[in-house]
């Protein structure tokens, strides 16, 4: 089968590498339909990543199950599913608390897209083995279109986890949201849906903001930063003066959520930040454990990520396209095993 490596700074290629197999009876093998890269992969095909290529590449899919193992009773051949990014057993102390991408059962860090925790492959690769299958895939609802919901497996269930719980404690709190990518729309789509009193979206790219203002959202190239302004901030930059500009922003015991990735240097506000009270998380998803709500506010019809995919491209493009600057292709696969 082909896999999708990233070799050098803007360049991926199709290189054969083994079918896999079934290594276990809780493993299965499942066929990417619509693939999309996650914001993060735009900085590593830029060359900004730590970690030096090759590597398969890849971990936002909607996927066809293939083929399953005796234990595996969740899902069927045939079935389409969201493959989550981290590699998770379901089943080890911190699955269980809802820790998935800090699972024990694998190295730490493990993943698809990246050769940290081990070698799991990329989801732009024509199959895909998927250990603890039965606790890792989620069934795509009925209804749910597999392009507009590529990126569940990460951005568009990192964005629900960005904003609805702040949302669900604090009605109607006010959003600001400091974004370069995907993420940052998606969090506008989805505070608007379950409530905000104000989003203010800021982004230097004139298209999202226009895009983030049919999501309802005030927008702003950029800010200074507004003083005692939102309750919550939400970046997505990988820039490290951008989340100092949202700690800024908020008001006393205020909440910042960082998409992390920051790949250079720059320095926080820690004086400012305590004197205000802040409190700052930043850190992987658990994607899988709150992967079935955010799938549940997609089918219920108030939300639209669809409007966020750039471009609808065919597999065979990914050599050549996945490299160019777009905001959130997705790369699908027809055929058998895939969509048409």
Not at 181 to 204: F, N
Not at 217 to 227: D, G, K, S, V
Not at 302 to 317: A, N
């Amino acid at each position: 089968m082909r896999e999708l490596t990233y070799v050098a700074k803007r360049t991926v290629e199709w290189r054969e590498v083994p079918d896999p197999v079934l290594r276990s009876d809780r493993d299965a093998v499942v066929a990417p339909v619509a693939a999309t890269p996650c914001d993060v992969d735009s900085a590593i095909l830029a060359g900004h990543g730590p970690i030096a290529p090759p590597f398969a590449i890849g971990h936002e899919c909607v996927a066809r199950v293939v083929e399953t193992g005796d234990a595996i009773t969740h899902v069927a051949p045939g079935d389409l599913v969201v493959v989550p990014w981290a590699i998770s057993c379901g089943a080890c102390d911190r699955c269980r608390a809802g820790l998935t991408a800090h699972c024990t059962a694998v190295p730490h860090m493990a993943m698809f897209g990246a050769p940290i925790g081990g070698s799991w492959g990329g989801l732009f690769s024509d199959l895909v083995r998927v250990p603890w299958a039965d606790a890792m895939l989620v069934p795509l609802p009925a209804g749910l279109d597999p392009v507009a919901m590529a990126s569940a497996s990460d951005n568009w269930s990192l964005a629900w986890r960005l904003v609805a719980p702040h949302l669900r404690e604090k009605p109607g709190a006010r959003v600001l949201v400091v974004a370069r990518g995907s993420i940052g729309l998606y969090v506008c789509d989805i505070a608007r849906a379950l409530g905000a009193g104000d989003v203010l979206y800021v982004d230097p790219d004139p298209a999202h903001r226009a895009l983030a203002e049919t999501y309802g959202a005030r927008t702003a190239e950029a800010i200074e930063p507004i003083h005692h302004g939102f309750e919550l901030a939400v970046e997505s930059t990988g820039r490290v003066d951008q989340l100092a500009l949202a700690l800024r922003s908020l008001v006393p015991e205020g909440f910042c959520e960082s998409a992390g990735n920051h790949f250079r240097p720059g320095e926080l506000p820690l004086l400012e930040m305590y004197l205000t009270g802040v409190s700052l998380r930043i850190a992987r998803d658990n994607v899988r454990t709150h992967l079935p709500r955010a799938l549940d506010l997609a089918r219920s019809g108030e939300v639209d990520p669809r409007r966020v995919v750039s471009d609808v491209l065919d597999w065979e493009q990914l050599p050549e396209a996945l490299p160019e600057r777009h905001l959130k292709p997705v790369f699908v696969r027809s055929g058998p095993q895939g969509g048409g």
